[in-house]
């Protein structure tokens, strides 16, 4: 059973940073596709970024140049690194894991396992 612990969220104001961290357990997240995606009430989940077995991120394009995804394999941990936040960047951010090198398309929801609570984050003006 993949299980994923995602911490780090927080309320900020606009322009402000956090750092979102994913604990996986059960398995080594390196060597396969972790993922960022995030919810908010009503809407459908979004892929925020990835990042691929051999360490290749992707992202999606309303966070490009302000969120890094990244990797320690030494704590079995993926950060998510948000900056220059904005109110559209509030939702629910949960961790998920494709269980394969590559990444699935972010819309192919089904082939990501999400096993955590999440964590809330919301940017205030």
């Known amino acids: 059973q993949v299980q994923l612990v995602e911490s780090g969220g927080g309320s900020v104001q606009v322009g402000g940073s956090l750092r979102l961290s994913c604990s996986p357990s059960?398995?080594?997240?390196?060597?396969?596709?972790m993922a960022w995606f995030r919810q908010v009430p009503g809407q459908e989940r979004e892929g925020v970024a990835g990042?691929?077995?051999?360490?290749?991120?992707t992202y999606a394009t309303s966070v490009n140049a302000r969120f890094t995804i990244s990797r320690d394999n030494t704590k079995n941990t993926v950060y998510l690194q948000m900056n220059s936040l904005t109110p559209e960047d509030t939702g629910m951010y949960y961790c998920a894991a494709a269980m394969t090198r590559g990444c699935p398309p972010p819309q192919a929801t089904s082939q990501y396992r999400f096993g955590g609570q999440g964590t809330q984050v919301t940017v205030s003006s």
């Open positions: 059960g398995f080594a997240a390196s060597g396969v596709c």
């Open positions: 990042i691929s077995g051999d360490g290749t991120p």
